[in-house]
């Protein structure tokens, strides 16, 4: 489980608070330290760790806990409430048009899993009976349409593409017509990654923003780079109005901690999963 060590740690930190019939502030702060010190090796964003550690003080130290029978119960409790307020609802769903096609745009830097994800996306709309359609918008390797089209193939879903000869935008526009003349519900946008973040990535992620007016913009990240995850996801939210984040590669070695930062650091959902 991504969170197993993390909850691991965690439950150690609390363990010495449990059976203790009175609390000082002193326990609180002691226990508090190692809670910190957890999370940070989890690799939760500093920033997200201290606001964290202040909302379980805040409340931990107010006398209700303090004079309660079962304070270090209250503390644990109290920590595992303001856990589950930084992870939040744990499984954000797809918004769904009120008219279809809902428009699914992915976005992200190269390799962070875009192309993989939509298939994932795409098998997982179409268990629950929904009529997806993926779209070839990365234009500049015909690799990358090739790729898209065996993902689609494998979970036999059919693929849109004008090859590369065409801009993203229009090529996207003219898959939103194909899916509302074939009665597509879904239409899954598949983008090119870049190294960086650039002018360039961001003018066409807008440019196609522009023509199709998507209902989700999600964004791909690769939970592996950790702390960077956190950055690009900030930077890509101030930039694009992303309506939820898709981590993936979580099945490797990631220590979920960047899952917990994107979440608190740009306030948008965690959509979807990716592992392996
Ligand atoms: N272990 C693991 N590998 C993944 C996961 N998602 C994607 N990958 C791998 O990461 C690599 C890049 O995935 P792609 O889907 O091609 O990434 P992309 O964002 O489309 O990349 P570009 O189109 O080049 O920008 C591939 O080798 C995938 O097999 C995952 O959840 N777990
Ligand atoms: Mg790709």
Redesign the pocket.
Known sequence: MVFGNLSEKLQNALAKLKGKGRLSEKDVNMAMREVRLALLEADVNFKVVKDFIKAVKDRAIGSEVMESLTPGQQVIKIVNEELTLLMGEREAKIDFAPQPPTIILMC??????????SGKLAYNLKKQNKRPLLVAC?IYRLA?IK?LEVVGNKVDVPVFTMGNQNKPNHIAKAAIEHAKRNSYDCVII?T??RLHIDEELMGELEEIEESVDPDEILL?VDAMTGQDAVNVAETFNEKLEITGIIL?????DARGGAALSIRAVTEKPIKFV???
């Open positions: 992200g830097l190269q390799g962070a899993g875009k192309t993989t994800t990365d990358a790729q598949d090119a990654g791909v993936t590669k979580l099945d490797g990716g592992m392996g």
